[in-house]
């Protein structure tokens, strides 16, 4: 779609989203990208992808838990079950997503956390009756 040869942060950031979510989802996503969304898919990738979650600052496992709670706290419901999906990879537990949603609950409220919770639930489920069904 694009012209421009990809920069490194982009490569950087296509290799890190693959590690941190995995290739069947990016390569799902990449199928969706059109011409319109190409400049946010490119934004995203370069910045979260090839800048945040590329940074050695801190480990993916803690990344990832202050993703899920930063989307509860927000109410970014939508990405909740992604970033859910992706702690197989990052090597955030249950009980580290359940700790990071309880600090949501006293620190952003009940509902928000009560809601990520339900979410990451249902989530978990799937990816138990997915990890069975293969």
Known sequence: MSKQPPTDRYITGMTVRR?????????RAEL?????????QTLITEAAWGNLWAS???????RSMLTLALLAALGNFDEIPMHIRATARTGASKTDV??????????AGVPRANHALKLAKDTYAEMEEEERSA
């Open 32 to 40: 969706k990208k059109t011409a319109f969304d190409e400049p946010f």
């Open 19 to 27: 590690k941190i979510l995995g290739e069947a989802h990016v390569a």
């Open 56 to 62: 050695d600052g801190i480990s993916d496992r803690e």
């Open 98 to 107: 359940l700790e990071a949603f309880q600090h949501v609950a006293i620190y």
